[in-house]
């Protein structure tokens, strides 16, 4: 199979063009951001100081963007930014470059999309190559100048978007119709039909802009980008969170959650997962003859909240659609989840064998 070749990108090109191409250069431009700062160490090292700031001043932070050309011709921006979680008290490291371009009379930026696959072993994990684009278009950033004062067809206007965006806050409807949310605003635009995904987002729009309908449009992807702000996909985020609450607060964090996957459509199978948790806690009970203290309630609320968004991604359509046959591989996965649990709360006379012995009893 021949090598796919990066290409000039413009908007005539290609989505597998563009994809092809971001999979190539995408480590180049990173290689060129670390190299920027003086190697691999000292651009790590860097990173440790951005996310010290970020917890004592409690808000996010930004490293300088760099600028590279690639071979072809085509401009990246990369830059690192460390993000502060305020419930969680804990900040997180991410890594963004996309492709800008920059005209006499229009500016726009190609951002990488990635989705998470499922691997062989059933397990679900995200690509660590782009299968997606979204573009920003000139129009979108021509609307953004106006609103907020900054020149158009210029590179500060560009960083001023990076650095209100957060990718992950993007919803996209059965018609085609795609919104994301950022701080401040909306995007709006379209998927265009096909695979692999490509969005065009026309439309910029301060919240207060928004009218009755775009509201009440908005309000899956305003609580996605909550549950992106609150760190609820992110291992470590949900951990730390979780460590800081009693076990009230864990109650009540946890229906929050429950009510905002339900407002994305998502309910069915969160609630089927938190069931499965109770009955764990129960079986631990029941097993051991003991009561499930509050350290230990709360490890399981961080090991639910570590796994939920997969196992939702991955089993939200059987629940839907019941299918007999895919059940022995849903009841592996909750022992999975099961297994990580008792390993955090180190209780060595609880094993795959006994749980998995448990929750045939209780299926049956």
């Known amino acids: 199979m021949a090598k796919e070749q990066a290409v000039r990108v413009n908007l005539s090109t ?6 092809a191409t971001m999979r190539e250069e995408i480590p180049k431009a990173y290689y060129y951001f670390r190299k920027n700062f003086g190697g691999k160490q000292k651009a790590m090292k860097h990173e440790d100081q951005m996310l010290d700031k970020a917890l004592d001043d409690e808000e996010d932070q930004f490293t300088d963007i760099d600028y590279w050309i690639s071979k072809v011709g085509n401009r990246w921006m990369t830059y690192t930014q460390a993000e502060y979680f305020p419930k969680a008290k804990y900040a997180n490291a991410f890594h963004y470059s996309f492709i800008y371009y920059e005209t006499m009379a229009s500016c726009g930026a190609f951002f990488p999309l990635y989705s998470l696959k499922q691997a062989k072993n059933g397990k679900v994990k995200k ?4 299968d997606g684009v979204i573009l920003y278009t000139d129009h979108f950033f021509y609307q953004m100048s106006e609103r907020t004062k900054i020149e158009y067809r210029s590179k500060e206007l560009i960083k001023k978007f990076v650095s209100t965006r957060l990718e992950n806050a993007l919803t996209v409807d059965e018609n085609g119709n795609a919104i994301v949310k950022f701080k401040g605003g909306h995007g709006f635009g379209k998927q265009y039909s ?10 910029f729009l301060r919240d ?10 908005c ?5 996605m980008y909550e549950l992106v702000r609150d760190g609820t996909y992110i291992k470590d985020v949900a951990l730390n969170t979780a460590l800081l609450q009693d076990s009230k607060d864990v109650i009540k964090d946890n229906a929050k959650k429950l009510e905002a996957f339900q407002k ?4 069915d199978a969160i609630t089927m997962y938190t069931v499965v948790f109770m009955v764990y806690m129960r079986m631990l009970e029941d097993i ?11 490890i399981i609320s961080s090991v639910v909240a570590e796994n939920s968004v997969d196992f939702v991604k991955k089993w939200e359509p059987t629940v839907k659609n019941p299918d007999k046959s895919k059940e022995p591989e849903l009841i592996q996965d909750i022992i999975d989840v099961c297994c990580k649990c008792a390993k955090k709360m180190k209780l060595k ?3 795959r064998d006994t749980i998995s012995h448990r929750i045939e009893e209780i299926i049956k």
């Open 288 to 298: 051991l003859h003991m009561e499930i203290n509050e350290k230990q309630s709360i």
């Open 219 to 223: 309000e899956p992807v305003d609580t």
């Open 194 to 203: 096909g695979n692999p995904r490509y969005i065009a987002i026309r439309t």
């Open 127 to 130: 690509e660590a190559k782009p």
């Open 264 to 267: 994305l459509g998502m309910g």
């Open 14 to 19: 290609q989505v597998n063009d563009i994809i």
């Open 349 to 351: 006379n609880v094993n």
């Open 208 to 217: 207060e802009e928004l009218n009755a309908k775009q509201r009440k449009a």
